[in-house]
């Protein structure tokens, strides 16, 4: 920008009114005290405005913990992302506003402030009863904010009553741009439509890729889950060394690019999912059906295969021979000091197009109860299943302590709730949601597959791929949470995050795991959200690429592409990346390449990015 006091960033409302807040710039972790008073650029959170700073905190008053701020005011707005359905309820009218010929509307999102609504909008008999007038549950629309102190907006739809449990489901969808019902001309080429895709799936389809069907491959989901798109295998070629596979679901074989289909999930983005029920992404016949990799049917998938061997860590640089360990011997030493000494060797790799053939779908409870020995007489086909979970539970315990040493996230348990809920889908209990050995063992296979689908296609195509980045919590707040630690009466070296890091490591050890838990969450909860980004994208200020939660250079989502359009994406880029294709001169994607729709251009991925950010 020309003028050197000028910034441009999101504008967040921290507090109510919307007079004031703060600015979130891209790559800048200062802090910005935003005045929202300029009445012919009044923005609203989410908006990106350029600001012009008043007054800049002096570093040395902010050593010494005194109150200075970085003080700026909104001079424009350069991109208005006003949401466009907001859902709350009417007010009964106040100081706020002295026109007779208009309501108040209250925002249940605190974020945003009071809107005025025209009373003709409003059917008589809800202006006529004062209870029902309260307790009308609103979805408003075309929100405008000129230069009155309030903005305006028009009525959407009037969906119920606060509290109906239906109406509350309907407005929350609405408020967020979530549509149940695919168009007619999906559904009719989908579900009804005589030249159905399963068509498809030749004999000359089949002998394109690699036939895994004799392979004991499994599922493993949550309890009555439909949409299965991620499975697994693990065999003993030899004493010395576990074949292990992840098996996604080839949904880009079936959803043609740029087709109606294609458009339509790529606007929807997500899946979503309810307590009582999912919206996919896909229409049922694809996604419960063609797509999901269910048991005893043939079907088309994207392989990653791994030989897997482990090393016994030596204790003398000089000592450079490798000593194999015998896998009976691993699955036979359970102790925390035997993980944090032992290295894993990746001899070879494939990814690639497949068939598979699952032989059983598992929920997480019953994988669990396998691991467990919990076996009943009439399961004894499963024996073999819970000899590969057993493997794979060794394996992912291996590699989470891996990824925890050199710098990852440190685990603490999840505070997801489930609910358990009557035949009308009212709640009648809620409990936590228990992480269990089976949960954390395809959690992380899914990593290590996500992080290699992620070198490969940023090997390929370093200028076009679809990347997941997460940034550094910023020093600042690391050391409010070292401060913390300090007034808990723990010591925590917070000059760095790798100090930092390791002091958690040394606190996890010795501290009762509900204190960790407390210390990790504000941790967490001072931390920005990991974003998808296109490593082409011009306006990008880093090529630091790196998830830090992770502490993976590079990764990306690759394994549920059922329920995540990115996923999809990156399996086009993976099939252009496997198919040899190269880059131009100018690390653009060819042309040809582009024409034959395998991928969208630089900008189509910085689009689906931005748009899957907003969805997610």
């Avoid at 086909?381 to 493997?391: D, G, Q, R, Y």
């Amino acid at each position: 920008m020309n003028q050197k006091n000028h910034l441009i960033g999101t504008f967040c409302v921290v507090t109510s009114p919307m007079m004031y807040g703060k600015l979130l710039i891209k790559d800048d972790n200062r802090y910005f005290h935003v005045q929202n008073t300029n009445k012919k650029a009044r923005a609203m959170h989410g908006d990106v405005v350029e600001v012009e700073v008043m007054m800049e905190a002096n570093k040395q008053n902010e050593q010494k913990k005194q109150q200075s701020k970085n003080v700026a005011r909104i001079v424009r707005i350069v991109q208005d992302k006003k949401p466009k359905y907001l859902i709350g309820t009417f007010m009964l009218n106040s100081r706020e506003t002295d026109d007779p010929k208009k309501i108040l509307f209250r925002p249940r999102n605190k974020k945003f402030p009071l809107i005025l609504i025209q009373k003709t909008q409003i059917p008589k008999n809800i202006l006529q009863d004062e209870k029902l007038f309260l307790e009308s549950l609103v979805i408003i629309k075309s929100i405008r904010w000129g230069e009155k102190r309030l903005p305006e907006a028009k009525i959407h739809r009037i969906i119920g009553i606060v509290g109906d449990l239906k109406a509350e489901q309907i407005g929350i969808l609405i408020e967020h741009s979530v549509v149940e019902e695919f168009p007619e001309s999906i559904l009719e080429r989908y579900e009804r439509g005589k030249s159905r895709p399963q068509l498809r799936i030749t004999d000359e389809e089949i002998s394109k890729r690699k036939d895994l069907r004799d392979i004991q491959v499994f599922t493993v989901d949550p309890e009555g889950a439909g949409d299965l798109d991620d499975a697994v295998h693990c065999r003993r070629l030899n004493s010395y060394t576990l074949e292990v596979g992840v098996h996604i679901a080839d949904v880009s074989f079936f959803v043609e690019p740029n087709s109606k289909l294609d458009v339509e999930a790529r606007h929807r983005a997500t899946s979503v999912y309810l307590v009582d029920r999912c919206i996919p992404m896909l229409p049922k016949i694809l996604s419960e059906c063609l797509c999901s990799l269910s048991a005893g049917e043939d079907k088309f998938a994207y392989s990653v295969i791994w030989n897997f061997s482990f090393l016994r860590k030596s204790n003398s640089q000089q000592n450079s021979r490798k000593e194999y360990l015998d896998i009976d011997e691993c699955l036979s030493s359970v102790s925390k000091d035997f993980f944090e000494n032992v290295n894993i060797f990746i001899s070879s790799q494939w990814v690639g197009r497949s068939i598979i053939k699952p032989c059983v779908n598992l929920s997480y409870n019953k994988a669990q109860e396998l691991l467990d020995g919990k076996i009943e007489p009439f399961d004894s086909s499963l024996i073999p299943v819970a000899k590969s979970l057993t493997e794979l539970n060794f394996l992912s315990k291996l590699l989470r302590k891996i990824r925890q040493l050199s710098g990852a996230r440190i685990e603490s348990p999840e505070n997801e709730l489930n609910f358990v809920l009557d035949q009308s889908g009212n709640p009648l209990d809620v409990h936590r949601k228990v992480t269990l050995d089976a949960h954390l063992l395809v959690e992380s296979l899914m990593v290590l597959a996500n992080q290699t689908i992620a070198m490969i296609i940023f090997k390929s195509f370093p200028k076009n791929s679809i990347l997941r980045r997460h940034p550094p919590p910023d020093l600042n707040q690391v050391q409010i949470v070292a401060q913390l630690c300090n007034d808990l009466g723990l010591t925590v070296d917070s000059s760095s995050l790798k100090s930092f890091h390791d002091s958690l490591l040394v606190l996890q050890k010795n501290l009762d795991p509900q204190i960790f838990n407390i210390i990790q969450q504000r941790l967490i909860s001072s931390q920005s959200s990991a974003e998808y980004i296109s490593t082409g994208d011009p306006e990008l200020e880093t090529d630091n690429f790196r998830h830090y939660d992770l502490n993976a250079q590079v990764y990306t989502h690759f394994t549920s592409p059922i329920r995540r359009y990115i996923d999809i994406t990156v399996h086009k880029l993976l099939t252009a990346s496997l198919s040899g294709l190269k880059l131009s001169k100018n690390n653009s994607i060819q042309e040809d390449i582009l024409s034959l729709n395998l991928v969208p251009s630089n900008i189509g991925l910085k689009i689906i990015c931005n748009h899957c950010n907003i969805k997610n």
